[in-house]
């Protein structure tokens, strides 16, 4: 029986990355997973490490060199690559991409692609105007078909009272859901 085939895209919210990359171990584990990164995501060296280490570090867990291109990411649709795409972190910018259906990096022509199958996409939001001037995209990706979100909340409500964080140790819980078809619950943590 082959493996359940799990897309794992990561954007450029830079502070999040080694958590994440926790969470993609642990689906490496269970499932074949093809790794997608932005393209800010692999070039940029920030004081959280370098883009190469990070590129080696997902390579390593993978087997894979990740997807960077939007032209990498397009065969993603027509070959039928993914069973589920994970964003994770999905940053405000790629959350308003998606919601206006703007396909210009490799994450959103990733979702694009994999959309075209009416497979489901979890999105782990990580953003800093989540309750402010994104909020009105996130809106929109929660009553879309197909999207499904890993439980998020406020990650600092008085220092950052705009700033929402999805449970990236929740990832792994909600493949398994929107595998399934349903929204992992409750969505929103205190």
Known sequence: MNKTRVGFAMCGSFCTHQKVLLELKKLCDTYDVIPIVSEISAVTDTRFGSAENFLAAIEKMTGRRPLSSVEAAEPIGPKALLDVLVI????GNTAAKLAQGITDSAVTMAAKAHLRNGRPVVVAIASNDGLSAGARNIGEL??????????????DAFGKPCSLMADFSKIGD?????????QLQPILLR
Do not use: M, S
Request: one cysteine or more; aromatic letters at 14%; proline letters at 7%.
């Open 142 to 155: 929660l009553v879309r078909k197909n999207y499904y979100f890993v439980p998020f909340g406020q990650d």
């Open 174 to 182: 909600a493949v398994e859901a929107a595998l399934a078809g349903r």
């Open 88 to 91: 994770a972190p999905c940053t």
